[in-house]
């Protein structure tokens, strides 16, 4: 990257809006489908509450709460929310650990009709400083504590740059304190669609949803109740999800996989038990299947890889382990066909994207499509086209584009217009980046990958963005972030940087990317020298034509 440009430069036309509707007579027919209930995420559990008071719901380092206390603490915060001031609709970035209170946090602000804003518990100002900045939201709930995690100073410096922003902090006994940035809030009002009055509550946001993403700013992803209950009601039989589920969250908690692929929400819908794992470790995972008798779990592949080398000389007992679901980046064959033989239970994949669309492999899948392919819809109401670079549909077993739409897929990120235009069809198919192969089954395989990020082993990286972080520093005059392959990540970020004189040091460039905020993650695991950062035709960097290269030490 050598000149930025903003979003805002490249075209202004579109409109930038909170949830870009389902056009009228698609929305009434997933309704009267039955696929669309008019439920809210808020009242998810209710039904337990009758059913199984005594049940546990919820098991975290912070508290073990049964259904009927889970429901209490719901109540009781979703009143203590709107006493702040908070108003239907407000948006609300929640930064939580995997704890119990993370899952009573998010409940009661859809009880109180809040709108959490998904946040990392690892991202750091630049991040957090974004959403609250895209969404205006009105106040940033984050730990002082609680599940180890300290945001408190974090928490001071996005309350300095948002005036009357208001920082809830969770300690570790689950207590909350509060600070209020006294400085007058700007006002600036929702983007509603046309309709809007007209929509039910189940068809307005419900959340927002970190992508990946491909843009120098993160895009968020406004999920209504409908469309996310929908892709959680309809995960839990092809999962098996059921009142004896014990589903670890091994993934960080606010991420759409442990969400809901069938994750916290689909085993709270079910009336299982969800229970929270600090880190995905062996040691700390393994001791909690044996300890809490875990049925179910979701990692990402290198966790599956790591549990798979750790599990033969594992001292716990892994005997209550049925499913192992792993997703979030392409898990390869070969790993695929050890999960049974070393950990003794069934393995299915996932292949899902915080924008909507699920895939997983099912039950009565043979052993060879479960190990080489990334699973086939949830829904039968999904539309998927596998296209070429000219969106012409390809023939099953050719590589080609996905792309897909339907009723728990998203038609605009937002705020994004400029953005959506280039991200979905004229006719509303989100263009999901992967290059796929889809079988005559049904079934997906991913093969590839045209957009510009790096998948970290599940963790996505913006090229983008890290490489206008970068470009803020004054020894580098170009640069290029690209994925390199890795044996455990199946990814790993390398920065191709030409100086401006003497190449600044590693740790120099490390920390001033850690200076401007941003997350551990997305920071380089490899810096290299280049004297140019040859181009392609269409002005990106060609990556095979890079030489005189050397990695800084
Ligand atoms: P996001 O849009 O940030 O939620 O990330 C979703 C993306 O993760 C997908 O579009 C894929 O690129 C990638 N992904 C998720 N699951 C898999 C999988 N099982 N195999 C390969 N890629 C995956
Ligand atoms: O990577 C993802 O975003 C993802 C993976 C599996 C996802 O959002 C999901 C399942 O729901």
Redesign the pocket.
């Known amino acids: 990257m050598t000149r930025p440009m903003s979003e805002s430069q490249i075209s202004s036309s579109p409109p930038d809006l909170d949830l870009t509707p389902w056009p009228a007579e698609v929305a009434q027919r997933y309704r009267a489908l039955g696929l669309w209930t008019g439920d809210l995420l808020g009242d998810i559990a209710v039904q337990h509450i009758g059913l199984r008071p005594g049940g546990e719901a919820v098991i975290g380092p912070d508290a073990r709460l049964t259904y009927a206390e889970l429901e209490q603490e719901v109540q009781r915060l979703a009143v203590w929310w709107r006493g702040l001031g908070w108003e239907p609709g407000d948006y609300v970035v929640v930064q939580l650990p995997n704890t119990a209170a993370f899952v009573a946090t998010v409940l009661s602000l859809w009880r109180a009709g809040l709108v959490p804003v998904m946040a990392l518990a690892n991202h750091r100002r630049a991040e957090v400083s974004a959403f609250v900045a895209q969404t205006n939201a009105v106040g940033h709930v984050c730990a002082d504590g609680l599940g180890g995690a300290n945001h408190a100073a974090l928490a001071v410096d996005i309350r300095s740059g948002a005036p009357g922003l208001v920082t809830v902090l969770v300690g570790a006994d689950g207590s909350h304190s509060v600070a209020r940035d006294p400085r007058p809030r700007a006002t600036r009002p929702r983007q509603l669609p046309e309709g809007w009055d007209d929509l039910p509550p189940s068809g307005r946001v419900a959340l927002l949803?970190?992508?990946?993403?491909s843009t120098g700013t993160p895009k968020l992803?406004p999920r209504t109740h409908d469309d996310y209950l929908l892709s959680v009601r309809e995960s839990n039989p092809i999962c098996g999800t059921t009142a004896d589920t014990r589903y670890l969250v091994a993934l960080p908690c606010a991420h759409?996989?442990a969400m809901s692929s069938p994750g916290i929400l689909g085993v709270l819908q079910a009336g299982g038990t969800v229970v929270m794992a600090p880190e995905p470790s062996p040691a700390t995972a393994f001791a909690l299947v044996e300890a809490e008798r875990i049925t179910m779990t979701a990692v990402v592949?290198p966790v599956a890889m790591l549990w798979l080398r750790a599990a033969n000389r594992r001292t716990h007992d892994l005997s209550t382990l049925e499913s192992l679901l792993?997703?979030?980046?392409?898990?390869p064959d070969s790993v695929a066909s050890q999960v049974r033989p070393i950990l003794g239970c069934r393995l299915r994949?996932?292949?899902?994207?915080?924008?909507g669309l699920v895939?997983y492999t099912r039950d009565e899948d043979d052993e060879h499509t479960v190990t080489t392919t990334?699973?086939r819809p949830i829904s039968p109401y999904d539309e998927l086209r596998v296209v070429d670079d000219h969106d012409h549909d390809v023939p099953d077993g050719e590589p080609g584009h996905?792309l897909t739409r339907g009723p728990y897929t998203i038609r605009g990120y937002f705020r994004a217009g400029a953005h959506n235009a280039r991200a979905f069809t004229a006719d509303g198919f989100y263009r999901?980046?992967?290059v796929v192969v889809r079988h005559p089954s049904g079934h997906l395989t991913?093969v590839g990958?045209a957009?510009d990020?790096v998948?970290r082993g599940?963790e996505?990286i913006a090229v983008v963005e890290v490489e206008s972080h970068l470009l803020t520093h004054p020894g580098v005059a170009e640069v290029s972030v690209i994925a390199e392959p890795d044996e455990l990540l199946g990814e790993r970020a390398c920065a191709v940087l030409v100086p401006t004189g003497d190449p600044p040091s590693v740790s120099e460039l490390r920390q001033h990317l850690h200076e401007r905020g941003l997350a551990d993650y997305k920071i380089p695991d490899r810096f290299i020298i280049a004297d140019e950062l040859p181009r392609t035709r269409i002005g990106k960097t060609d990556v095979g034509a890079i030489r005189h290269e050397r990695t800084l030490e």
């Open positions: 949803q970190l992508s990946g993403g992803i759409n996989f592949p792993v997703g979030g980046a392409r898990l994949q996932v292949f899902g994207m915080a924008e895939n990334q699973g996905l999901t980046g992967d991913v990958r957009k990020q998948n599940g996505k």
